[in-house]
């Protein structure tokens, strides 16, 4: 192959095959989609498992005695425990699905309500998505507690002796995204989880944009909380999950109330159910759930080693060929990252681009991705993000190529 | 010129070309010879809400026409902002609010018109109609 990139075993024409959207056009072009960080596509089994669930035992869970009903919460228990399995998780009951890492993060700020006083602190990285410091600031308004920000490098990476030195017993909680959406960012999150933990700080880890490209083991990492989104993942959108320690999650307090996350009900007092329901209030996305898991299987079934080393090819290559673009910048170049490629071209607008390569069959992300702080940092508007996954190949990278050599000749 | 003229003007021009590589290109251009706003006028109150890049649009009233002048940071939506000040400018608030945008779909940039595009062509078309409305109720 004239990359000079040696394949592995790995079958990427065959996983194509998987996902239908694939081979759709757009614009007149083959559909080069490029923008899996936002979200991923979904495999034919997760559709069919979503269709299979409607078509043949839609009903509501954890509710009825008849079997339908029977056969949904099975299923959705299942995908708990898949789930459970999948993150190393100790139990199934520490998994709460939710509709997404938004949705997880806001049910754990929200809980931390009554732990925090005024002057207690709370330290999140340079480098969140907006999911990841929102929530905290309003948590921040509500308490007093106060917001701190562990500085990044130009490359993207975290100052980790600076956050050693952000640490104290005023510490209570520390976020950070596992791996950075705009940049890609892998950050050390071991080291981060260990150190917090010594001056007794709870820490909360971002896994929304790291769960489509490895695979945590989360009871290893000792981590309090780790949240993801089904949909970067294969799976369908408005699902997700929260994960909390068991001693973390009996401590906080309900998010919502409602059906299913009760034990009893009378109009003087309620009791809660036990974990996962007592955050479970109302029905689910029972399918979402469901679908969840098989999303789960099928990236196991290729199998996460494999999904790096070809990623990790895809990212080389296409570092290595958009560097040739003269004027062409990438944000994010730390030594630890992921499949994704944050840059611009010269002065041109991320818009100009993003516009001239959709007419191309084209999707790439422009824009501050929902992480306006880095944009700061950089004092940019924003950038365009190409972000690759497995089903990705050498020859889109080409595609790309060829498209922003053409956008960058139309636009200057 | 009359607006329907104008329109009819654009639409003859852009049928010259037949692919949309053509088009965009004759978007730039056009954005290239746009009556620039005048830099201390580019603040907050002219900024356009909505638009991923930003864009500003200055509108004055002379001889009972509003005149606008507008620039943008990304060059594809100063071509779109260029071809409706081209319609839109030197005209008065009734000729402007009475004035369709059909003819955006005639050149081939209709995948702009969709209200949830990033770059906001409506929220621009919006803006010029409000600032035209501003006008003629200060007149009356
Ligand atoms: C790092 C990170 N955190 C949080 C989110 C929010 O995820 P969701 O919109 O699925 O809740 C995203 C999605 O873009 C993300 O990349």
């Not at chain 1, 002796?161 to 005023?170: A, D, M, P, T």
């Not at chain 1, 959108?237 to 009760?262: H, R």
Request: charged share 25%; net charge negative; with cysteine.
């Amino acid at each position: 192959m004239k990359t000079g990139i040696k394949h592995t075993s790995f079958d990427v024409e065959k996983i194509r095959e998987d996902f239908p959207i694939l081979n759709r056009k757009v614009n007149g072009y083959p559909l080069v989609y490029l923008d899996n960080a936002a979200t991923s596509q979904k495999p034919r089994v997760v559709i069919d498992a979503i269709v299979d669930y409607y078509s043949n035992y839609n009903a509501n869970i954890h509710r009825g005695v008849h079997s339908l009903s029977q056969e949904a919460t099975d299923a959705y228990e299942k995908a708990r425990v898949k789930i459970q399995k999948h993150f190393n998780i100790k139990n199934a009951h520490e998994v709460i699905f939710t509709s997404g890492t938004t949705h997880s993060i806001n049910l754990v700020a929200s809980g931390f309500k009554e732990f925090l006083k005024p002057g207690d602190e709370l330290l999140v990285s340079a480098m969140e998505h907006h999911s990841n410091i929102v929530p905290w600031q309003m948590l921040c308004e509500q308490t007093g507690a106060i917001l701190k920000v562990i500085p990044m490098n130009l490359n993207g990476e975290l100052e980790m002796l600076e956050f050693v030195g952000l640490l104290s017993n005023k510490t209570k909680l520390v976020f950070v995204n596992h791996i950075s959406n705009a940049l890609g960012t892998i950050n050390p999150i071991e080291e981060i989880i260990e150190k917090a933990h010594k001056v007794g700080a709870v820490v909360l880890i971002d896994g929304a944009q790291a769960c489509a490209h490895l695979k945590p083991d989360l009871q290893a990492l000792n981590v309090d909380f780790y949240v993801t989104s089904a949909h970067k993942m294969c799976g369908p959108t408005g699902v997700g999950m929260l994960f909390g320690k068991e001693e973390w999650l009996t401590k906080l307090p309900p998010y919502q109330g409602g059906g299913e996350m009760i034990k009893e009900v009378t109009f003087e007092k309620t009791s809660y159910a036990g974990l996962p329901h007592k955050f479970e209030a109302g029905t689910p996305n029972i399918s979402g759930g469901i679908a969840f898991g098989v999303a789960i299987d099928y990236l196991n079934a290729i199998g996460f080693e494999k999904i790096a080393i070809y990623e990790n090819q895809l990212l080389e290559y296409a570092t290595k060929k958009m560097l040739e673009i003269e004027d062409l910048k990438i944000y994010g170049t730390a030594k630890n990252k992921t499949s994704v490629i944050s840059f611009n071209i010269g002065e041109i607008h991320p818009y100009d681009i993003g516009t001239i390569v959709d007419k191309l069959g084209i999707a790439l992300r422009t824009g501050h991705h929902c992480a306006q702080p880095i944009m700061d940092f950089y004092k940019i508007p924003g950038t365009v993000r190409a972000s690759f996954a497995f089903y990705n190949t050498f020859h889109e990278i080409d595609t790309l190529i060829n498209a922003l050599q053409k956008a960058k000749r139309m636009l200057t | 010129m009359e607006i329907k003229d104008i329109q009819e003007e654009i639409i003859e021009e852009f049928a010259f070309f037949d692919d949309w590589m053509q088009r965009y290109e004759h978007m730039i251009a056009i954005g290239k010879s746009m009556p620039i706003i005048e830099e201390k006028n580019k603040t907050e109150d002219y900024l356009i809400k909505g638009c991923q890049s930003k864009v500003w649009v200055y509108p004055e009233i002379k001889d009972g026409k509003v005149v606008f002048t507008a620039d943008s940071d990304a060059i594809i939506t100063k071509g779109i902002v260029a071809i409706l000040l081209r319609v839109f400018s030197n005209q008065t608030p009734d000729d402007i609010l009475q004035a369709d945008t059909k003819f955006i779909d005639e050149i081939g940039l209709k995948e702009h018109l969709s209200p949830t595009r990033a770059n906001g062509l409506v929220s621009m078309i919006k803006q010029l109609k409000m600032y035209a409305l501003a006008y003629k109720s200060q007149q009356n």
